[in-house]
């Protein structure tokens, strides 16, 4: 993950609060005084909801609000446990008074980002105040973003082999490493801190969100926090992965050799918004319908597709990023979007599918255009014609004799 510069410092200091507070002694409390029953008091309350469809199975219910199986939350509850389980402060109650448990702080947390309803109306829900509900969150997303960072990275040789090896099967694309697109994650900002940086092309105030992910739309690696009304390719080259692209660091494997001794590195594919290069391979545009692009056009399409896909995933499911955010504190914006990754990438890693309840957005980023980049490398041009190449060539050789 990469954000703008000032982040950087923030997450230093924010270690260093999470390790501050791992040092605070653990006060006993009697177990009576801790609200252990949360999840049947919520349910109770909630399952008849007037405007929402929800399941009425208990189990398919609970997917429904959190976004993931009873298995899944608690693996959750496991990686942040020691941080909210320290002496918690004094607001951290409910309305009988009673400490709220590290599961219910969980669950508050989680249906904070699943609802993207505001802070007062998820505190109603839970019996909590606002103020509440606004520490559990923020306790919650810097101790997930410290414990959960091994869900989300760029693979290992072996993992990375078996990603390419799918995208291949599923695309027909050799090669392959995965797909990349971007969101906006729109913002309402006070007068005092709006900026046409952040003013995007819809009229609207926005952060951005670039992910490259697997054939599974697990994200491999993300970059956010940089103003909505960037371009694309700048926003591409202000990446850490544009970096070790470029200085041969990642994509580096050996290319593969394939038919008339055509050689395909390394790559991942991307919209018209990015400049062509040897690494990122993009649609032909006017050519796409001509005999030789033609296969191609379409098996680029369809693996780019994934990165679309993911994104209106995301979106849907932490509906936090899919509503305008009420004046965020910029700081804490990235670790916010960075969080939602996370879980995305860990109902993955649990095997969790997302309830049909849970209606997607037809596309993550309605009411934006595609700005076409009319940067070309030479080398991906070659890339490009080599892919397209290789394809027309096994669609003749599928064909029957």
């Avoid at 909630?46 to 939350?73: A, C, H, Q, W």
């Avoid at 992910?213 to 970059?223: G, K, N, P, T």
């Amino acid at each position: 993950m990469m954000v703008p510069g000032k982040k950087s410092t923030k997450s230093k200091k924010d270690s260093k609060k999470l390790k501050k507070k791992k040092k605070v002694n653990v006060v006993p409390i009697d177990p009576r005084a801790i609200e252990s029953d949360w999840w049947d008091t919520f349910w109770h309350k909630n399952s008849s909801t007037p405007g929402l469809v929800i399941p009425i199975d208990e189990e398919e219910g609970f997917r429904y609000f959190f976004r993931m199986s009873k298995k899944t939350f608690e693996y959750i509850c496991s990686l942040v446990r020691e941080d909210l389980i320290s002496r918690p402060p004094s607001g951290l109650i409910n309305i009988e008074g009673r400490l709220l448990s590290v599961e219910k702080q969980v669950a508050i947390a989680l249906r904070r980002l699943a609802s993207g309803e505001s802070q007062v109306s998820v505190g109603a829900s839970f019996g909590v105040g606002q103020s509440t509900v606004s520490q559990v969150t923020w306790r919650f997303i810097e101790s997930l973003e410290q414990h959960a960072k091994h869900h989300l990275g760029w693979p290992n040789h072996d993992r990375m082999d078996e990603i390419k090896s799918n995208f291949e099967s599923l695309f027909g694309l050799p090669n392959c490493c995965g797909a990349i697109d971007v969101t906006h994650i729109t913002i309402s900002l006070p007068a005092v801190q709006t900026s046409d940086d952040w003013h995007d092309a819809a009229n609207k105030y926005s952060t951005l969100l670039q992910g490259i992910v697997d054939h599974e739309m697990r994200f491999l690696d993300i970059v956010t926090g940089w103003p909505g009304a960037m371009s694309l390719s700048r926003l591409l080259k202000c990446s850490g992965f544009y970096k070790l692209c470029e200085h041969g660091d990642r994509l580096n494997e050996k290319a593969r050799a394939t038919i008339d001794g055509l050689e395909i590195r390394e790559y991942i594919v991307g919209g018209v918004s990015y400049p062509l290069l040897p690494w990122l391979i993009t649609p032909p545009g006017a050519d796409g319908s001509s005999g030789l692009m033609s296969n191609f056009s379409a098996a680029h399409e369809a693996a780019r597709s994934v990165a679309v896909r993911a994104l209106s995933q995301l979106k849907g499911s932490w509906r936090i990023l899919s509503k305008d955010m009420w004046r965020p504190d910029m700081r804490k914006l990235p670790s916010i979007i960075l969080v939602c990754c996370l879980l995305h990438n860990i109902t993955l890693d649990c095997g969790d599918k997302l309830p049909k309840d849970v209606a997607l957005p037809i596309h993550h980023d309605m009411g934006y255009g595609e700005r076409i980049c009319k940067k070309v490398n030479p080398l991906g041009s070659t890339m490009r014609e080599n892919l397209a190449k290789y394809l027309q060539h096994n669609k003749r050789n599928a064909l029957p004799n």
